[in-house]
């Protein structure tokens, strides 16, 4: 117990890194999926616009059409450039992207619905401004394809990405308010004509920056220190970087009012920490340290007090504060086990029914059962991010993709969490479901790392270089020969 | 509009279910049973040395422990070189340490002029020496050995 090296745990996590010679690149069947998730989110267009407005029309095939050319466009990137990659990831994410962008569509139009209904100002529709971000995000997508030719290259950058991430993440929070805030919550960076948040960036810059500093430094971090209780405490120096990363997660917390963006910063700390040391020790010590930061935070500041009072109990402050909940919990009880149908129930009713809770949104018109299948596309994601993590050869790239594949699942469980009321709410977007943009920028580019690490794992290891001929002289043996009389 | 529910709902599982029938090929193929996979290397080829050739190099301590690399006829370079078969991340290992390969049907390890040495089992190793099932080779802070 509180021992466990990386020789205990050879056998189990054992994988074939090099399957046999001719390695199938399983690009067919991944366009085939990709294909099938356009059909799904052509027919899922379709029975919104069957249920809004009662009548189709050709529109609807231009826009599948177009969501095949963007996704087949990627799909082409792929095959060129990292053509052992994992073929399960691009249509999955793909799949997720489409309800996204079929479920804002479909709030745009129960909102201009109600705007009408209620005489209201007809409300901007979010979903062509989606559509133009997937474009952006795709075009990203293949920018850090071409630029990231191997993830290895990604570590020499680790302590610029380290910076620029930190930066990226202190940013909004000293900015003055008018530069940053947007919803009660300081995460923003406006630039005229549009926002971004760049703690979606910062996300990936230091998950960079973890790989590379704890493949550098993995061996301080397995050092023991004293012992207490039988388990073996790691020494306090080694433990600075832990509490530096507490320090950050709880400055975000107080400067930015997020409690997300905190979480997820802190979890991927300690997980990556897990990953590169094997030693259970750093979770009981970062959770000891979680468990005060919480206590602490709810004693100190009153968002976070209103985000638990509403978590215990919503109907406390039925009109006020707790009424985004109840209408979400609502709308998912509506919705019930298979869903009121596409386009027939009311998302609408809830603010942020297309970004933060777009979840409750979906469950409301798919169901428990169509939420479990979309849960599953997270699950396969984030599944075969850790499988290519275990598969590939180096350890920069096990640490990154494991990483990687973390952050997306831990993500998914904030917000999904949040939206159940299983944790405190928190405002963190589904990956590439929610509506905005940085988000979907920010993990298209998260996806595109995973696809770069999943090559280098599937890839059929190549001859080595011919080292370089050297000199004829230098081989020629040494021959005696007579001197000449 | 019940149908249609229903449908949509049947269609998204069949894509779930569709990308885990790929997991489980996926999975079949590393585990090394290839034949249960259909149309993946259709009879023949199966080599006929019996069970005692070695199929695998497994990495069995230090940073990659549990790291598997099967062995096809090819040499397998070991080294810091980005570009080697077994990239080690470990200071007492070489850029081009060691490499393993093939002479008939036995496999021979190779210094490739180390500054700390290869050893087998306990024997530093000088020239090509062959390497029988199960014997470890200490390269730096990492052992590894063949199996079949």
Known sequence: MGQPTSDGAAPSSATSTNPGLSVPTR??????????????????????????????????IYYGAAY?????????????????????????????????????????????????????DMPTDAAPRQILWTAIALGLFIAVMVLVRDHRMLAKYGYTAGLVGLVALALPGLLPASLSEANGAKIWLKLGIFSIQPGEFAKILLLVFFAAFLVAKRDLFTHAGRRVLGVDLPRARDMAPLFAAWGLSVGVLVLEKDLGTSLLFFGIVLVML???????????IGLTCFAVGCVVAYHLFTHV??????????????????????????????????GAGLGAG????????NSDFIISSIAEEVGFVGLAAVLMLYVLLSMRGFRSALAVRDSFG???????AFAVGFQVFVVVGGVTKLIPLTGLTAPFLSQGGSSLVANYALVALLLRISDAARRPSTLPKPRPQQAP?????????ERPK | MQLTRAGFLALLWLFVLAALRVVRSDLYAASGLRAAVPGFRRGGAKPARGSRAPRQLVVTHGALAGTRISL?????????????????????????????????????????????????????????????????????????????
């Not at chain 1, 690009?27 to 189709?56: H, I, K, P, Y």
């Not at chain 1, 504060?321 to 609502?330: P, R, S, W």
């Not at chain 1, 002289?473 to 020969?481: F, R, S």
């Not at chain 2, 290869?118 to 190793?125: G, S």
Request: aromatic content about 8%; proline content about 4%.
């Open chain 1, 68 to 120: 095949l050319a963007l996704f087949g466009a990627a799909h082409v990137a792929v095959r060129l450039l990292a053509p052992y990659a994992d073929p399960l990831i691009l249509p999955c994410v793909a799949l997720l992207n489409g309800i996204g962008l079929v479920m804002i569509h479909r709030i745009d139009l129960g909102q201009a619905d109600r705007a009408i209904q209620l005489g209201q």
């Open chain 1, 27 to 60: 690009r067919g069947t991944e366009l085939l999926l990709l294909a099938f998730a356009a059909f799904l989110v052509t027919l899922a267009n379709v029975l919104v616009e069957a249920n809004q407005s009662g009548e189709l029309t050709r529109e609807l």
């Open chain 1, 274 to 284: 897990y990953i590169a040391t094997e030693r259970a020790i750093w979770l009981v």
């Open chain 1, 398 to 404: 096990k640490l990154l993709g494991g990483g990687l």
């Open chain 1, 473 to 481: 002289i230098a081989e020629a043996h040494t021959v005696l020969v």
């Open chain 1, 305 to 338: 007090q209103t985000r638990v009072t509403i978590w215990l109990d919503p109907f406390v402050d039925f009109y006020g504060k707790g009424n985004q909940l109840i209408l979400a919990l609502f709308g998912m009880g509506t919705g019930g086990v298979f």
């Open chain 1, 346 to 353: 009311r998302p609408e009713l809830v603010p942020f029914a």
């Open chain 2, 72 to 148: 096809e006829g090819r040499p397998i370079m070991i080294g810091r070189a980005d570009d080697s078969t077994l990239v080690l991340d470990d200071d007492y290992a070489s850029t081009r340490h060691a490499r393993l390969s093939m002479r008939g049907t036995d496999w021979y390890v190779e210094d490739l002029g180390s500054t700390n040495g290869t050893y087998l089992d306990r024997a530093k190793v000088t020239g090509p020496t062959r390497v029988p099932l199960g014997v470890p080779i200490r390269i730096g802070k990492t052992v590894i050995e063949l199996r079949s």
